[in-house]
């Protein structure tokens, strides 16, 4: 049995040696933890790095230079082997929030000199006592909305900053019963079986009650927002989103894993769609859109039961033709 230990000693070392930091001295933390050729992947407009110089000036320095007195609030934690490459590589997950005063501009966003938070999420693969490659998603909407500079319009759902799990138990530091882990994955997979291509043939609420709690929370990104149980998250969330979008991809997951009662993936694409009607009060464009996207899960007996969900709304827009950073929002 696999417990992870060490893999979770060496990223939670890493991340309190990346908040410790000082501008100048992230580049040897980041170095310290990684491989020479470490990749890092990030919401738009970072994309992909190379190397822990490029890692250190290309996202943390401006951002550690932008938040005065940043702290990690951490609330899920956890390490598996990805089901994707046939259970052959570890990844250590964890998501929260980067807390800090917003005293600088950061990607043109205005500072407010008040507390805001960044949700966050990362993936990390390690091997042979490295981190070789990072997957960390952010919600810069969502930061933009909490210092008065929300880039869009209405949602269909509530804008709200989220907290971790209701049970209060996400933060698994010390090894967990396999046999959760596997029944956590196995939910996971249900439902990405369920979803396919929105070609299951049964109603929305129908569908979504075979792997999830009726009371079911799911925390969406801003631009989309949250929505609590079946009912108001196919009006509210799913049901507006399938409308939106034809001829969707299969997902492209490049991991998948769990541990306990908790697991999550994430995807470079997770999956594409034509836009052929209305999203976020844009009309259709009838252009192919890139989802970058990270889900973790709680499960709760056998259904899932809360769901936090990383979208890279600038990153799809762009391929849409809309640059919301530089141009703003056309809906307005």
Same mark, same amino acid.
């Given at each position: 049995? /696999?417990?992870?230990?060490?893999? !979770?000693?060496?990223?939670?070392?890493?991340?309190?040696?990346?908040?410790?930091?000082?501008?100048?001295?992230?580049?040897?933390?980041?170095?310290?933890?990684?491989?020479?050729?470490?990749?890092? *992947?990030?919401?738009?407009?970072?994309?992909?790095?190379?190397?822990?110089?490029?890692?250190?000036?290309?996202?943390?320095?401006?951002? !550690?230079?932008?938040?005065?007195?940043?702290? $990690?609030?951490?609330?899920?934690?956890?390490? #598996?082997?990805?089901?994707?490459?046939?259970?052959?590589?570890?990844?250590?997950?964890?998501?929260?929030?980067?807390?800090?005063?917003?005293?600088?501009?950061?990607?043109?966003?205005?500072?407010?000199?008040?507390?805001?938070? @960044?949700?966050?999420?990362?993936?990390?693969?390690?091997?042979? %006592?490295?981190?070789?490659?990072?997957?960390?998603?952010?919600?810069?909407?969502?930061?933009?909305?909490?210092?008065? +500079?929300?880039?869009?319009?209405? +949602?269909?759902?509530?804008?709200?900053?989220?907290?971790?799990?209701?049970?209060?138990?996400?933060? @698994?530091?010390?090894?967990?019963?396999?046999?959760?882990?596997?029944?956590?994955?196995?939910?996971?997979?249900?439902?990405?079986?369920?979803?396919?291509?929105?070609?299951?043939?049964?109603?929305?609420?129908?569908? @979504?009650?075979?792997?999830?709690?009726?009371?079911? &929370?799911?925390?969406?990104?801003? %631009?989309?927002?949250?929505?609590?149980?079946?009912?108001?998250?196919?009006? +509210?969330?799913?049901?507006?989103?399938?409308?939106?979008?034809?001829? *969707?991809? $299969?997902?492209?997951?490049?991991?998948?894993?769990?541990?306990?009662?908790?697991?999550?993936?994430? %995807?470079?694409?997770?999956?594409?769609?034509?836009?052929? %009607?209305?999203?976020?009060?844009?009309?259709?464009?009838? !252009?192919?859109?890139?989802? /970058?996207?990270?889900?973790?899960? *709680? /499960?709760? #007996?056998?259904?899932?039961?809360?769901?936090? &969900?990383?979208?890279?709304?600038?990153?799809?827009?762009?391929?849409?033709?809309?640059?919301? @950073? !530089?141009?703003?929002?056309?809906?307005?």
């Amino acid at each position: 049995m /696999r417990n992870f230990q060490s893999e !979770k000693k060496l990223v939670r070392a890493h991340h309190r040696a990346l908040d410790a930091a000082g501008p100048e001295e992230l580049a040897d933390v980041i170095a310290a933890s990684t491989v020479s050729d470490y990749r890092w *992947r990030g919401f738009y407009p970072f994309d992909e790095k190379f190397g822990a110089e490029a890692v250190a000036d290309g996202f943390w320095r401006p951002l !550690k230079r932008a938040f005065s007195r940043m702290q $990690r609030r951490e609330d899920v934690f956890f390490a #598996g082997l990805n089901e994707i490459d046939g259970f052959t590589c570890t990844w250590v997950v964890s998501m929260g929030h980067l807390m800090g005063l917003f005293d600088a501009p950061w990607l043109g966003i205005q500072p407010t000199r008040k507390m805001v938070m @960044l949700r966050y999420c990362t993936f990390h693969r390690v091997e042979f %006592g490295k981190i070789v490659e990072t997957a960390m998603y952010f919600d810069i909407p969502h930061l933009m909305r909490q210092a008065g +500079q929300g880039p869009f319009g209405h +949602q269909t759902a509530q804008f709200m900053v989220q907290p971790g799990p209701m049970t209060h138990d996400g933060l @698994l530091f010390e090894p967990q019963p396999e046999a959760e882990g596997v029944k956590t994955l196995r939910a996971i997979d249900a439902m990405i079986a369920d979803l396919g291509k929105w070609d299951l043939g049964l109603p929305l609420e129908e569908e @979504l009650a075979r792997t999830w709690h009726d009371d079911m &929370i799911w925390w969406g990104p801003e %631009g989309i927002g949250a929505s609590y149980t079946i009912e108001r998250y196919a009006k +509210q969330h799913s049901g507006p989103f399938r409308a939106a979008f034809s001829d *969707r991809s $299969r997902v492209g997951h490049v991991a998948r894993l769990a541990e306990g009662h908790y697991g999550g993936f994430f %995807g470079w694409p997770n999956f594409t769609a034509i836009l052929t %009607g209305e999203l976020m009060g844009h009309p259709a464009t009838n !252009k192919r859109g890139e989802f /970058r996207v990270i889900d973790i899960y *709680r /499960r709760e #007996g056998d259904k899932l039961a809360e769901n936090w &969900i990383f979208i890279d709304m600038l990153h799809f827009w762009k391929t849409q033709g809309i640059h919301v @950073l !530089k141009d703003g929002w056309p809906c307005e």
